[in-house]
């Protein structure tokens, strides 16, 4: 019971720190690169996003992901690991007074590298064939862990000197769990799934140029069935589908984080073609690319007085 206890103090205290930290919606970066902070007042339907190989902590609120077949949830209870990029659906449950709070730590596969040299690879070998996605109970360790990168990040110097160290000591949590060997598969190549990592890296790195199955599959070292049927296996996608929809997220972001008008950000992703961007992208996202501009536009406007307000009480009260 005292445990229980203990572990509800514990997410009482993150939540309050994050709310002081996240005084509006969005996505906050911190000092810390790897490190963003995510906040939001709205429940929203199922619809697509795609997430770096990352570590997702929810500490309020509720989210649900879908891939293929598959369903997640991660909140409070239980935190989300990727071990290489994926595009997949989510569904949001947040209200204005319990907002959804969250952490994002971008998985570093050097340090990834480093404690697995550490460890000495005791944990064996990985499982016959990882997956790309997990969902896992957050323990009162890793809890501990969250609360003091949080603690940190709420001082400058604490987050410059502190950090990076916590930081590592959650991805070395992580790690002894059981999603760990999906992250090891993906540094080490091991097994059809990390050949598969390898092409989603090359991929992100090159979206923007003339990329084709049988050069991803030949550098991948496989027939072209069989990368198709294992390509499939981890993102519930087939590789051009993949490519398309990682230059339409790319796109949305430049158009509603960076202002970049629809023409420029097609052109930038690597598309020829306005037109057959924004019908891609309507079909994807269900809305168009200036829609979707003027909505983001709306929602920093409508967040623009919330924040006012939040400082003039923290003014008030400090």
């Known amino acids: 019971m005292k445990s229980a206890q203990t572990d509800d103090a514990t997410q009482r205290r993150i939540v309050e720190l994050l709310t002081q930290l996240t005084q509006r919606d969005g996505v906050h970066p911190t000092s810390i690169d790897c490190v963003r902070l995510l906040r939001g007042s709205e429940?929203?339907?199922?619809?697509?996003?795609?997430?770096?190989?990352?570590?997702?902590i929810v500490c309020q609120g509720?989210?649900?992901?879908?891939?293929?077949?598959?369903?997640?949830?991660?909140?409070?209870?239980?935190?989300?690991?990727?071990?290489?990029?994926?595009?997949?659906?989510?569904?949001?449950?947040?209200?204005?007074?319990?907002?959804?709070?969250?952490i994002s730590i971008r998985v570093d596969l050097t340090m990834v590298a480093e404690l697995l040299m550490a460890l000495n690879d005791t944990?064996?070998?990985?499982?016959?064939?990882?997956?790309?996605?997990?969902?896992?109970?957050l323990d009162a360790l890793?809890?501990?862990?969250?609360?003091?990168?949080?603690?940190?990040?709420?001082?400058?110097?604490?987050?410059?000197?502190?950090?990076?160290?916590?930081?590592?000591?959650?991805?070395?949590?992580?790690?002894?769990?059981?999603?760990g060997d999906a992250i090891r598969a993906a540094l080490t190549h091991q097994h059809h799934?990390?050949?598969?990592?390898?092409?989603?890296?090359?991929?992100?790195?090159?979206y923007r140029g003339d990329l084709d199955v049988e050069t991803l599959a030949a550098e991948a070292g496989m027939s072209l069935a069989v990368f198709h049927a294992h390509f499939k296996a981890v993102t519930s996608t087939s590789p051009m589908q993949y490519v398309k929809t990682t230059r339409l997220h790319q796109a949305r972001l430049l158009i509603t984080h960076d202002g970049m008008n629809v023409s420029a950000a097609a052109t930038r992703v690597g598309y020829e073609s306005a037109s057959q961007f924004s019908r891609e992208f309507k079909r994807l996202f269900g809305c168009s690319p200036a829609d979707d501009m003027r909505r983001a536009r709306s929602a920093a406007e409508a967040a623009a007085p919330r924040v006012?307000?939040?400082?003039?009480?923290?003014?008030?009260?400090?």
């Not at 003091?148 to 959650?170: C, H, K, N, T, Y």
């Open 43 to 56: 429940s929203h339907p199922r619809r697509p996003v795609m997430y770096e190989p990352s570590i997702v």
């Open 308 to 318: 006012e307000a939040a400082a003039r009480y923290a003014g008030a009260t400090v």
């Open 62 to 102: 509720r989210k649900r992901g879908f891939l293929g077949d598959q369903v997640f949830i991660y909140d409070a209870q239980q935190y989300l690991v990727l071990s290489v990029p994926l595009p997949f659906e989510c569904e949001t449950e947040a209200t204005p007074d319990k907002p959804i709070l969250a």
């Open 193 to 206: 799934f990390g050949r598969i990592a390898k092409a989603l890296r090359r991929i992100h790195a090159d």
């Open 123 to 137: 944990r064996g070998n990985a499982v016959a064939e990882p997956v790309g996605i997990y969902a896992t109970p």
């Open 142 to 179: 890793l809890s501990n862990a969250v609360l003091r990168l949080v603690e940190a990040l709420a001082q400058p110097s604490d987050a410059r000197i502190l950090g990076p160290s916590i930081v590592r000591e959650i991805c070395y949590r992580v790690l002894s769990g059981e999603q």
